[in-house]
């Protein structure tokens, strides 16, 4: 087995207990990268130091693993281009607050992942530098956006990775790709120095082989942040104490939305779910509001924040003029613009903050019942190369299920529960819990990795 | 005439604290070594910076507000202000819309109250400047805007008023105010030569007896000084006059002030009005005071101006002009007031003392002791010097009258030799040299 | 809800967004699909129900007046990514000096 392909909890136990060394991974980790990275595409830069670097971090948490990190998070060693030619050449001057603290915990920046371009979309089809192969299946789609970082995670390219999700954009992909993503609650973690999308539900976090890898990382850079006034300012808990938790007793629902393209899947979820049962957890099936609304709610509220947040983007102070955004960036600003004008205000943008509204409510009155919810992560499997083009909605109809919990800023975490063997593609569950409340995804997600078969480094 | 201005006033002033408004660069754009020294992702508008309020600035305009006997929003919060202009960052503005921190207020004026519409706190933009630059290496020079972001992400106040002026005098009168009062509060330098106070006139005319708002409104920009805003309001009556009597309506539009020809000029028009897209700002959480807190900020206030002068002209019997005249600066004021009270201790005539001061008769620096000037307006205004043994009879009288002041002095307590000194003053007059008082109390204590 | 060329290339410009005839005609389609699935809003019952903008519940969040100069950039890192900069400037195509703010 080479050793890239550890997880990094094994990686973190076998360095400490000196049963293999830093260079031995690297080594393994450079071969892979050599012989995968270009026909993937997945890092859109590579750290050239790293090894050096990870000598020195050796005292320190993450001892110095690599980790990737998608192409929106501002880092003073490597470009930032959020996928896009306006930022091609960008090199900031500063660094994003998850970076920093990553880099102070020990974890190495081995590369900056590709993306969609400004994260406008799920399928990583969209960056201006070439779409991202799914490593499961390379004619299919790794989702997006933060399909680089899942895609790292999968092929082994990385201990781990960084990713940022708006309402989906770590789950989604971490789903399409077979592994874990966890969107921290909305506000958990720093969005400074992270190239914003939609400001309201921006919420970086990590991309991880286990749900316990996911708990490790996130420790390392979640909590108050002063530079981020939108960041919580309580301490945040050591998440991997949420590791080997019984989950006896738990109120577990699943949202069941009765909709067609959902039915195979919705079915093998019931299925899969069962473990919990057998763990001890109650598991019934709940209704929750519309989907569909959520879809509405999140297309008119991020456009309009991305109509404002891309307005920096002028070729002043760094990076190209506002010719050079792609068709999708153009489309958005332009929709979030025209959401925003006088007149038309009401009629979109002030009714999707009151719709958000009914969702958080809706999340209330689930949450007195249940501890946690669950639902599928995506409608269906990967997708091909090529789904998303001349979609207009591609992204908001694959996120439909996540879309209400993202707006909401609920905490989630996806976790595969099952592998088509033909296409060797997975599904995803996502788990979601209230506010402040990751530990409960993490127990339940972690219960429910171990106790299948379908995390891919837990069963080799 | 058979028009009457209407005109309201819309200034901006750059609030003075130490940071800026949303990040911790220095807020001192005149101050700066060099351009683009004070800045930072966050006034640069870089991906990924956000955004923190200043809770300093927001102090201030809250007392701004009281003291200009505002209202004040329990609950308030930031908005995005969405146009774009290469002195603006981040392609919005971060300001307040629909909640401004304060509103209904006035200012009184001799003409009449001016009533405050609102104040709300904003960031300032990047300085442009203008040169021509050989850009593109071809030996020929290029119009060019050179951009500095010292100054951008500045606290800047924006204090709106109902359209209730009624004269050029007035208009310079209320801003005369304003910027005295900003000065007492010690919250804005206001400089207009360097742009920390930019003031900007609506001006229309409506027909004498008519009540009703005209249905158009020329906006006066980039006035640098009251004498300016005076004369542009003047111009702009005369031209609009003349406009409205021969049967036309004056352009809707924005128009400069040119000093050298004493004229404004159109800017542009504004038949596109500007379509803002104002939002909630996503990355400031909103803000919310309690009745409490406000009570406490307006408890902080200095005395301001017009009530100190009041006070000052009952306290020491002056007339309202020269006590107005000595609280036109906060640290003046003080300084005035110190004298005056060791003044009256001493049974002076404080207006005749005050004439003195504001004539310039006597020199003085703020600096001096009260006691010091007190002895030159002595020396210069004499103060009849009395027979040596007379003063000695009454000062023997006063002292003896006196024993615990007395008792107080020998015990190092040597303030209360003002008191000893009015009452001497009393008994000889106030034309006598205090000087001379003085010396000889001094001797006989010893 | 439909949305026509011309509407497109006056929401262009306020975005300041450079779009071809092409682009336009296909951005007003894009428009119209997006629209349709937002007008579904109306349905969701939500008139009279109060906005949510922000979700963490904070408020009164605020730095104390303190210049951090280590949060600060020297002259060269701010302007290390700019295209054309003279003597510590950022430099522009001539524009004119006053608008609003």
Same mark, same amino acid.
């Given at each position: 087995?080479?050793?890239?392909?550890?997880?990094?909890?094994?990686?973190?136990?076998?360095?400490?207990?000196?049963?293999?060394?830093?260079?031995?991974?690297?080594?393994?980790?450079?071969?892979?990268?050599?012989?995968?990275?270009?026909?993937?595409?997945?890092?859109?830069?590579?750290?050239?130091?790293?090894?050096?670097?990870?000598?020195?971090?050796?005292?320190?948490?993450?001892?110095?693993?690599?980790?990737?990190?998608?192409?929106?998070?501002?880092?003073?060693?490597?470009?930032?281009?959020?996928?896009?030619?306006?930022?091609?050449?960008?090199?900031?001057?500063?660094?994003?607050?998850?970076?920093?603290?990553?880099?102070?915990?020990?974890?190495?920046?081995?590369?900056?992942?590709?993306?969609?371009?400004?994260?406008?979309?799920?399928?990583?089809?969209?960056?201006?530098?070439?779409?991202?192969?799914?490593?499961?299946?390379?004619?299919?789609?790794?989702?997006?956006?933060?399909?680089?970082?899942?895609?790292?995670?999968?092929?082994?390219?990385?201990?781990?990775?960084?990713?940022?999700?708006?309402?989906?954009?770590?789950?989604?992909?971490?789903?399409?790709?077979?592994?874990?993503?966890?969107?921290?609650? %909305?506000?958990?973690?720093?969005?400074?120095?992270?190239?914003?999308?939609?400001?309201?539900?921006?919420?970086?976090?990590?991309?991880?082989?286990?749900?316990?890898?996911?708990?490790?990382?996130?420790?390392?850079?979640?909590?108050?942040?002063?530079?981020?006034?939108?960041?919580?300012?309580?301490?945040?808990?050591?998440?991997?104490?949420?590791?080997?938790?019984?989950?006896?007793?738990?109120?577990?629902?699943?949202?069941?939305?009765?909709?067609?393209?959902?039915?195979?899947?919705?079915?093998?979820?019931?299925?899969?779910?069962?473990?919990?049962?057998?763990?001890?957890?109650?598991?019934?099936?709940?209704?929750?509001?519309?989907?569909?609304?959520?879809?509405?709610? %999140?297309?008119?509220?991020?456009?309009?924040?991305?109509?404002?947040?891309?307005?920096?983007?002028?070729?002043?102070? %760094?990076?190209?003029?506002?010719?050079?955004?792609?068709?999708?960036?153009?489309?958005?600003?332009?929709?979030?613009?025209?959401?925003?004008?006088?007149?038309?205000?009401?009629?979109? %943008?002030?009714?999707?903050?009151?719709?958000?509204?009914?969702?958080?409510?809706?999340?209330?009155?689930?949450?007195?019942?249940?501890?946690?919810?669950?639902?599928?992560?995506?409608?269906?499997?990967?997708?091909?190369?090529?789904?998303?083009?001349?979609?207009?909605?591609?992204?908001?109809?694959?996120?439909?299920?996540?879309?209400?919990?993202?707006?909401?800023?609920?905490?989630?975490?996806?976790?595969?529960?099952?592998?088509?063997?033909?296409?060797?593609?997975?599904?995803?569950?996502?788990?979601?819990?209230?506010?402040?409340?990751?530990?409960?995804?993490?127990?339940?997600?972690?219960?429910?990795?171990?106790?299948?078969?379908?995390?891919?480094?837990?069963?080799? | 005439?058979?028009?009457?201005?209407?005109?309201?006033?819309?200034?901006?002033?750059?609030?003075?604290?130490?940071?800026?408004?949303?990040?911790?660069?220095?807020?001192?754009?005149?101050?700066?070594?060099?351009?683009?020294?004070?800045?930072?992702?966050?006034?640069?508008?870089?991906?990924?910076?956000?955004?923190?309020?200043?809770?300093?600035?927001?102090?201030?305009?809250?007392?701004?507000?009281?003291?200009?006997?505002?209202?004040?929003?329990?609950?308030?919060?930031?908005?995005?202000?969405?146009?774009?202009?290469?002195?603006?960052?981040?392609?919005?503005?971060?300001?307040?819309?629909?909640?401004?921190?304060?509103?209904?207020?006035?200012?009184?004026?001799?003409?009449?109250?001016?009533?405050?519409?609102?104040?709300?706190?904003?960031?300032?933009?990047?300085?442009?400047?203008?040169?021509?630059?050989?850009?593109?290496?071809?030996?020929?020079?290029?119009?060019?805007?050179?951009?500095?972001?010292?100054?951008?992400?500045?606290?800047?106040?924006?204090?709106?008023?109902?359209?209730?002026?009624?004269?050029?005098?007035?208009?310079?009168?209320?801003?005369?105010?304003?910027?005295?009062?900003?000065?007492?509060?010690?919250?804005?330098?206001?400089?207009?030569?360097?742009?920390?106070?930019?003031?900007?006139?609506?001006?229309?005319?409506?027909?004498?007896?008519?009540?009703?708002?005209?249905?158009?409104?020329?906006?006066?920009?980039?006035?640098?000084?009251?004498?300016?805003?005076?004369?542009?309001?003047?111009?702009?009556?005369?031209?609009?006059?003349?406009?409205?009597?021969?049967?036309?309506?004056?352009?809707?539009?924005?128009?400069?002030?040119?000093?050298?020809?004493?004229?404004?000029?159109?800017?542009?028009?504004?038949?596109?009005?500007?379509?803002?897209?104002?939002?909630?700002?996503?990355?400031?959480?909103?803000?919310?005071?309690?009745?409490?807190?406000?009570?406490?900020?307006?408890?902080?206030?200095?005395?301001?101006?017009?009530?100190?002068?009041?006070?000052?002209?009952?306290?020491?019997?002056?007339?309202?002009?020269?006590?107005?005249?000595?609280?036109?600066?906060?640290?003046?004021?003080?300084?005035?007031?110190?004298?005056?009270?060791?003044?009256?201790?001493?049974?002076?005539?404080?207006?005749?003392?005050?004439?003195?001061?504001?004539?310039?008769?006597?020199?003085?620096?703020?600096?001096?002791?009260?006691?010091?000037?007190?002895?030159?307006?002595?020396?210069?205004?004499?103060?009849?010097?009395?027979?040596?043994?007379?003063?000695?009879?009454?000062?023997?009288?006063?002292?003896?009258?006196?024993?615990?002041?007395?008792?107080?002095?020998?015990?190092?307590?040597?303030?209360?030799?003002?008191?000893?000194?009015?009452?001497?003053?009393?008994?000889?007059?106030?034309?006598?040299?205090?000087?001379?008082?003085?010396?000889?109390?001094?001797?006989?204590?010893? | 809800?439909?949305?026509?060329?011309?509407?497109?290339?006056?929401?262009?410009?306020?975005?300041?967004?450079?779009?071809?005839?092409?682009?336009?005609?296909?951005?007003?389609?894009?428009?119209?699909?997006?629209?349709?699935?937002?007008?579904?809003?109306?349905?969701?019952?939500?008139?009279?129900?109060?906005?949510?903008?922000?979700?963490?519940?904070?408020?009164?969040?605020?730095?104390?007046?303190?210049?951090?100069?280590?949060?600060?950039?020297?002259?060269?890192?701010?302007?290390?990514?700019?295209?054309?900069?003279?003597?510590?400037?950022?430099?522009?195509?001539?524009?004119?000096?006053?608008?609003?703010?």
């Amino acid at each position: 087995m080479k050793l890239n392909e550890l997880t990094l909890k094994e990686s973190l136990d076998k360095l400490a207990k000196k049963e293999i060394k830093i260079e031995e991974i690297y080594q393994d980790l450079d071969s892979a990268y050599q012989a995968k990275n270009s026909k993937l595409n997945i890092y859109l830069s590579h750290n050239d130091v790293a090894l050096e670097q990870a000598k020195k971090a050796s005292h320190k948490p993450l001892r110095g693993l690599p980790i990737a990190v998608k192409d929106n998070f501002c880092t003073r060693d490597l470009l930032t281009t959020a996928s896009t030619k306006i930022l091609e050449e960008f090199q900031p001057q500063y660094e994003s607050t998850v970076t920093k603290r990553l880099l102070e915990s020990g974890g190495i920046l081995y590369g900056k992942t590709n993306m969609d371009a400004w994260a406008h979309g799920s399928s990583t089809e969209t960056s201006d530098f070439g779409p991202t192969l799914n490593p499961c299946n390379p004619a299919h789609l790794p989702g997006g956006s933060s399909g680089g970082s899942a895609a790292a995670v999968a092929a082994d390219l990385a201990a781990a990775a960084i990713g940022s999700e708006t309402a989906g954009s770590i789950r989604q992909p971490a789903a399409w790709c077979g592994v874990v993503g966890l969107k921290p609650t %909305y506000g958990r973690v720093s969005r400074f120095g992270v190239a914003a999308m939609a400001s309201s539900t921006d919420s970086p976090g990590p991309l991880a082989k286990t749900v316990e890898d996911a708990a490790i990382l996130l420790n390392s850079f979640a909590g108050p942040d002063e530079r981020d006034g939108t960041c919580s300012r309580n301490k945040a808990p050591d998440f991997s104490q949420a590791i080997g938790q019984s989950i006896k007793g738990l109120k577990i629902g699943v949202i069941y939305q009765d909709i067609k393209e959902l039915a195979s899947t919705n079915q093998i979820l019931v299925e899969q779910l069962q473990i919990l049962r057998e763990l001890g957890a109650a598991v019934e099936t709940v209704q929750a509001m519309d989907p569909h609304f959520a879809i509405g709610v %999140y297309t008119v509220v991020q456009r309009a924040e991305v109509s404002s947040n891309l307005a920096r983007y002028d070729g002043i102070r %760094y990076g190209l003029d506002r010719s050079h955004f792609g068709a999708e960036a153009k489309k958005r600003i332009m929709l979030g613009t025209y959401t925003l004008t006088k007149g038309r205000a009401d009629q979109y %943008y002030n009714l999707a903050q009151k719709v958000r509204t009914l969702y958080l409510q809706d999340y209330q009155r689930l949450f007195q019942k249940y501890d946690v919810l669950v639902s599928a992560t995506s409608p269906s499997y990967a997708k091909e190369l090529g789904a998303s083009l001349d979609a207009a909605m591609f992204g908001e109809l694959e996120d439909m299920l996540l879309e209400a919990s993202s707006v909401s800023g609920l905490p989630g975490v996806n976790v595969p529960f099952y592998r088509d063997e033909k296409t060797n593609l997975y599904l995803g569950a996502s788990f979601i819990a209230p506010m402040w409340q990751e530990e409960k995804v993490i127990k339940v997600a972690d219960a429910f990795e171990k106790n299948t078969k379908w995390n891919s480094w837990r069963n080799k | 005439m058979p028009y009457k201005l209407v005109c309201g006033l819309e200034i901006h002033a750059e609030l003075k604290t130490k940071s800026k408004m949303f990040c911790a660069c220095k807020n001192d754009p005149f101050g700066a070594p060099a351009p683009n020294t004070h800045t930072c992702p966050v006034c640069l508008g870089m991906p990924g910076a956000l955004p923190v309020a200043n809770r300093q600035a927001i102090e201030r305009t809250i007392k701004l507000g009281l003291a200009l006997n505002c209202q004040v929003n329990l609950f308030s919060k930031f908005d995005r202000k969405n146009y774009f202009y290469p002195d603006l960052p981040k392609g919005y503005q971060i300001s307040q819309y629909d909640i401004p921190f304060c509103y209904d207020g006035y200012v009184e004026t001799s003409e009449g109250k001016v009533r405050i519409h609102r104040i709300h706190l904003e960031e300032d933009t990047a300085k442009l400047s203008h040169q021509d630059i050989d850009l593109d290496g071809d030996g020929v020079l290029d119009k060019a805007t050179l951009v500095d972001f010292n100054r951008s992400s500045v606290p800047l106040v924006e204090i709106v008023t109902e359209a209730d002026i009624i004269s050029p005098t007035q208009a310079k009168e209320y801003g005369q105010k304003l910027r005295q009062i900003m000065r007492y509060l010690d919250i804005a330098d206001c400089d207009m030569e360097k742009g920390g106070m930019r003031l900007e006139a609506n001006i229309s005319l409506r027909r004498e007896g008519k009540n009703e708002l005209p249905d158009y409104k020329v906006e006066c920009k980039n006035i640098n000084s009251f004498k300016f805003l005076e004369a542009a309001i003047n111009y702009e009556i005369t031209r609009q006059t003349e406009i409205l009597q021969n049967g036309g309506v004056p352009t809707q539009e924005t128009r400069g002030y040119n000093p050298t020809t004493g004229k404004t000029f159109a800017q542009r028009s504004k038949e596109d009005a500007a379509d803002y897209r104002y939002f909630p700002d996503p990355d400031l959480p909103p803000l919310e005071f309690t009745a409490e807190q406000i009570e406490a900020w307006r408890q902080e206030l200095p005395e301001l101006p017009e009530a100190r002068a009041l006070r000052l002209a009952t306290t020491y019997s002056l007339n309202i002009q020269s006590a107005q005249s000595l609280t036109r600066q906060r640290l003046e004021a003080d300084f005035f007031e110190s004298v005056l009270t060791l003044a009256k201790q001493e049974n002076l005539d404080c207006q005749k003392l005050v004439n003195a001061l504001l004539n310039k008769k006597i020199t003085f620096s703020l600096q001096d002791l009260p006691s010091k000037v007190l002895a030159s307006f002595q020396t210069a205004f004499a103060s009849q010097t009395v027979d040596e043994n007379k003063l000695t009879a009454v000062l023997q009288q006063v002292l003896s009258n006196n024993p615990d002041a007395v008792e107080k002095y020998r015990a190092g307590k040597t303030a209360v030799l003002g008191f000893l000194v009015g009452q001497t003053m009393r008994e000889l007059g106030k034309q006598t040299d205090v000087n001379q008082v003085r010396e000889q109390l001094v001797k006989m204590l010893d | 809800m439909s949305v026509n060329d011309s509407q497109v290339k006056h929401i262009a410009s306020l975005a300041n967004i450079p779009v071809t005839q092409e682009e336009s005609e296909k951005i007003a389609k894009a428009f119209t699909d997006t629209l349709v699935v937002v007008d579904q809003l109306k349905k969701a019952g939500a008139a009279d129900t109060p906005t949510t903008h922000q979700v963490t519940g904070l408020k009164n969040v605020w730095r104390e007046d303190v210049v951090k100069e280590e949060y600060s950039f020297s002259q060269k890192e701010a302007l290390a990514n700019a295209k054309v900069t003279h003597q510590g400037y950022f430099v522009v195509p001539y524009v004119l000096q006053n608008k609003d703010n």
